[in-house]
């Protein structure tokens, strides 16, 4: 069965600083990858997918992952973080076959004026 | 216009009652799903529904029951609610499992 690995629990940085969020995966047949934000006390809301094509993949507020088959990797970065970033931030994979979606337990971004 | 609802968004009960949320979506979706996010926001899915129909249950205690009266619909009915169960509990959808899920706000349940 597949799984996933966020490594980091909290990720705190300072305002228009880089970050990366890492997530590694395990899973012995092809995969589509999530990341998934969760604003405070509101439901998740995609961020951005890897489905097939291009390996690196990006969302509209400026975060990209790499998708990463010989490392099992989809780590999310962002050049400069905003106040507004502040969330927690979930990595998800799906395989082939009638497996459900399995999330990683999260990291929580917290960006520092 | 809401794409996933959920009610109540709030419930504090008592051990050992039964209650129910309510999820709604207007994406037009074939496939609807239960998850439960415990007080560290670990994420475990608990039940899915493709066109009515119960396609995952993941080990959940049988007094959590879900039905399913439309696609657009999936409740979640629990009895004799114990201290565990308090956690949020999200609704969310899809068109096929490969997709992007759509997620409700969140029902907060409080078991005292």
């Known amino acids: 069965a597949q799984s996933v690995t966020q490594l980091d629990s909290q990720v705190p940085v300072f305002e228009e600083a880089p970050v990366e969020l890492r997530c590694n995966y395990s899973?012995?047949?092809?995969?589509?990858l999530f990341w998934y934000v969760q604003y405070p006390n509101q439901g998740l809301q995609l961020l951005l997918k890897?489905?097939?094509?291009?390996?690196l993949v990006e969302s509209i507020n400026g975060f990209e992952a790499e998708f990463n088959k010989s490392q099992t990797s989809f780590h999310l970065r962002k050049p400069s973080v905003h106040i507004s970033d502040t969330a927690e931030y979930f990595c998800?994979?799906?395989?082939?076959?009638?497996?459900?979606?399995?999330f990683g337990k999260g990291t929580r971004l917290s960006v520092i004026a | 216009d809401t794409a996933v609802s959920q009610t109540p968004k709030y419930l504090v009960t008592q051990m050992g009652n039964d209650k129910s949320i309510k999820c709604e979506q207007n994406?037009?979706?074939?496939?609807m799903y239960w998850y439960k996010q415990d007080s560290k926001k670990f994420l475990k899915i608990m039940f899915s529904y493709n066109n009515k129909e119960l396609i995952i249950n993941e080990t959940v205690p049988n007094r959590f029951s879900p039905k399913s009266p439309d696609k657009a619909h999936l409740n979640l009915h629990i009895n004799s609610l114990e201290l565990g169960d308090s956690a949020v509990y999200f609704c969310a959808s899809s068109q096929h499992r490969s997709d992007t899920q759509y997620f409700g706000p969140g029902t907060r349940l409080t078991v005292l």
């Open positions: 899973s012995s047949v092809s995969v589509y």
């Open positions: 994406l037009g979706h074939d496939t």
């Open positions: 998800a994979v799906i395989t082939s076959g009638n497996t459900p979606l399995v």
């Open positions: 890897y489905l097939s094509g291009s390996t």
